[in-house]
């Protein structure tokens, strides 16, 4: 059992930088791979980025490439997003989520345990 506690979301500025955190509880936060998602206001969830267990493989979404860094730290039981250049369509609650995997996949259903997800939003 993985329970996954996201935080950092705020209110921010078009043009602005955030950075998530999403931090796990157990001892095998290594043996996971780790995804972000995101959900908007009256649309579905979608993928955002994923990270390998071993941080050595990370995927993006098209529109976040360039602008969102993924990155963890096994050491701290930790996966982080940094979000810069932000646009008002970034707004969304963004969800961490855990695979027990070597790889992240861009489909939810490949995810075993999900956070509760922290608000971002992006004023124009």
């Known amino acids: 059992q993985v329970q996954l506690v996201e935080s950092g979301g705020g209110l921010v500025q078009a043009g602005g930088s955030l950075r998530l955190s999403c931090e796990a509880s157990g001892r095998t936060f290594s043996s996971y791979a780790m995804g972000w998602f995101r959900q908007a206001a009256g649309k579905e969830r979608e993928f955002v980025a994923c990270?390998?267990?071993?941080?050595?493989?990370?995927s993006y979404r098209d529109s976040v490439k360039g602008r969102f860094t993924i990155s963890r730290d096994n050491a701290k039981n930790t996966v982080y997003l940094r979000m810069n250049s932000l646009k008002p369509e970034d707004t969304a609650v963004y969800y961490c989520a855990a695979r027990n995997g070597v790889v992240g996949r861009i489909y939810e259903y490949d995810y075993d345990y999900w956070g509760q997800g922290t608000q971002v939003t992006v004023s124009s």
């Open positions: 990270i390998s267990r071993n941080g050595g493989k990370t």
